[in-house]
């Protein structure tokens, strides 16, 4: 649930760019803006990055609160980054700030200069990522609790979609609240209020002046709840055994918890050498174990798609929500099939659930809603996998979801022009844009409807699906040997010569252009094969396709071609087993490896998307 950390800025802050910042950090920037509560996993748009805090010795004024006045810069120098742990000197300051965490627990420890005068610790209720998403805010701070608490309600780039959503955090310190070292403000009118306790409005926060305490460092413990200030205030006393447990505590407890996970899986081989490979193996696992989101409180509540409070069955369950699943049902939740089967099957009744509450399976959920985001039934070919692989969950709704999905318009997310892909077998063009692509992920997602359907002994249904997932040869042009989108009538409507080749330029393809949706029939490789004539030339065109890719060896823009950066093309290099070329497989695979991904800052091809890449 809680994901902290610094959302960052450059020098000249109008050039703060928002696809650097999807998830807060950019490792190019020159200031700390804030520490956030909640982040996105490398999804390529702007949302969360709630209830910014921020440490600074400088004395309270409009000034400071405005326009970020308090950001400090910062230098990779002193950064330390870790699994379950980070810290940086706030350069301007000359503060120390630390961060760990437990499932719901954000912990910060700032240690502040020996002769500073002010020991500040300040909330920016109004911060978000996505620019004016909090829409409202307050905060209360309770001097006979010694807390602070309050929500903030946010519309980001995804959640707006379904009205956003509220976030609730209740904060304690190791040192004391004293009313003459407390204050808010509100940037709506420029007023800083010293002594005063309550605040609201999407452009207010507080400060906390820590000046008194002899403590070189000042700890803060922030719970937070999707549901209410009551259970923000009880994942605090629980996931902090009541106050027992401190910063250095839940460090060493979070770290362990990583050790493990991390060393669930043991790499060898190789020579000293091979240190970078081995960074970038486990830096990647690292990754694909960060989503998605667990949404219930320690008491096993969580708001559902249905704006209700729910529970989960048991104490050992979780309900998890953040999926991009258009990105993920590829790598990551496969693999977390493989791995964590227990999560994976509380993942999938998860999505079991949404579909109870809302009336549909999801497409991409964000929190307690749905987005609507990019295209396909996928939720469809989650669940079939997850069912195949063992994992337990409510199958018998499972499959009715998915049903539904596949054969009936939906109240929040559906199949776009499902008359034309039930009685033609294809999505039109004239219809709607994405034909080919719609009809390609539609006959994949009706293909792991059958499975499943074929699982629960659901034969008139298997036979029904498996027979609409032969759709994608409806959108297969004979004569460009591509799949192009095609009209109502049954016309063609092919990209031009010079378009075939330019991603996002042809709108007959999503995230992609007519060569990289060339092999997308992953359900069904031999049917592919026998499109292009037979082995020989499906690996030479395969083969081209990756040779042509090489002049952008290191993926900066979009390639046209193979391009690592993004998940249509994941699958590519394993086509060749198909076809008798395990050893073209080895080839691209391997640079893939060699040449898509490194050790560094810029490890990765393109967005993690929830650890899709990285899977």
């Avoid at 954000?106 to 020991?119: C, I, V």
């Avoid at 509100?186 to 000046?211: E, Q, Y």
């Avoid at 009880?234 to 060493?252: A, C, H, P, Q, S």
Wanted: glycine residues 8%; hydrophobic residues 40%; aromatic residues 14%.
């Amino acid at each position: 649930m809680v994901r902290v950390g610094p959302d960052t800025a450059p020098y000249f802050d109008d050039l703060w760019l928002p696809w650097n910042h999807f998830g807060g950090y950019y490792w190019g920037d020159d200031y700390v803006r804030v520490m956030s509560h909640n982040h996105m996993v490398g999804a390529g748009v702007l949302d969360y990055g709630d209830l910014g805090v921020m440490a600074t010795t400088a004395m309270p004024s409009p000034a400071l609160f405005k326009d970020y006045g308090f950001r400090s810069f910062f230098s990779h120098h002193t950064e330390v980054v870790q699994a379950g742990y980070y810290s940086v000197v706030l350069e301007t300051p000359k503060i120390l700030a630390e961060l760990t965490a437990t499932m719901r627990v954000a912990l910060h420890r700032y240690t502040y200069p020996t002769n500073a005068a002010h020991k500040i610790i300040l909330f920016d209720l109004g911060h978000a990522l996505h620019e004016n998403s909090c829409t409202a805010a307050n905060a209360t701070i309770d001097l006979q609790r010694q807390e602070v608490y309050g929500f903030m309600h946010n519309s980001g780039g995804l959640s707006a979609r379904f009205g956003g959503f509220d976030l609730y955090f209740v904060a304690r310190f190791s040192a004391p609240l004293v009313r003459a070292s407390v204050g808010v403000y509100n940037n709506a009118n420029s007023t800083v209020l010293p002594g005063a306790t309550f605040v609201s409005g999407n452009r207010s926060g507080v400060w906390l002046d820590f000046a008194a305490s002899s403590a070189s460092h000042v700890e803060m413990y922030v719970g937070i709840s999707y549901v209410s200030i009551q259970n923000a205030r009880m994942n605090l006393d629980v996931e902090l055994k009541n106050g027992t447990y401190r910063f250095d505590d839940i460090r060493n407890q979070t770290q362990s918890l990583w050790r493990d996970s991390l060393n669930s899986i043991q790499v060898s081989g190789g020579t000293v050498s091979d240190r970078a490979e081995a960074t970038k193996f486990y830096t990647s696992l690292y990754h694909a174990l960060l989503a998605p989101t667990t949404f219930n409180d320690v008491n096993g509540e969580y708001l559902g798609f249905d704006s209700k409070v729910h529970k989960v069955a048991t104490a050992a369950n979780a309900h998890y929500s953040d999926m991009s699943i258009w990105d993920v049902y590829r790598t990551q939740f496969p693999f977390l099939a493989l791995v964590l089967p227990n999560v994976m099957s509380d993942v999938s009744q998860s999505l079991v659930d949404m579909y109870l509450q809302g009336g549909d399976l999801p497409r991409w959920p964000l929190a307690n809603g749905y987005t609507g985001t990019m295209f396909g039934t996928h939720a469809n070919i989650v669940l079939a996998d997850a069912a195949l692989k063992g994992c337990k969950f409510d199958l018998k709704n499972a499959f009715a979801g998915m049903v539904q999905a596949s054969t009936q318009p939906a109240k929040h997310v559906g199949r776009a022009d499902l008359p034309d892909w039930l009685n033609k077998g294809f999505v039109a063009y004239d219809k709607e844009t994405s034909s080919a692509c719609d009809t390609l992920a539609y006959s994949y997602d009706d293909w792991a409807t059958a499975n499943m359907a074929k699982l629960l002994g659901q034969t008139q249904w298997a036979a029904i699906f498996y027979n609409r997932s032969e759709n994608f040869r409806n959108v297969w042009n004979p004569t460009e040997k591509f799949f192009c989108p095609r009209n109502s009538d049954y016309s063609w409507a092919c990209p031009a010569a010079w378009e075939y080749a330019i991603p996002f330029l042809f709108n007959g393809y999503v995230e992609g252009d007519a060569w990289q949706y060339r092999w997308q029939v992953p359900h069904n490789v031999p049917g592919l094969i026998a499109l292009f004539g037979g082995n020989d030339t499906f690996v030479q065109e395969l083969s081209a396709l990756f040779e042509s890719s090489t002049d952008d060896p290191y993926n900066a823009l979009p390639n046209p071609y193979y391009w690592a950066g993004n998940e249509p093309d994941i699958h590519f290099g394993y086509e060749f087993v198909y076809a008798g070329r395990p050893d073209l497989t080895q080839r691209y695979i391997r640079m893939v490896q060699n040449t898509r991904y490194t050790a560094g800052p810029d490890g990765l091809p393109g967005n993690d998307d929830y650890g899709a890449m990285s899977a």
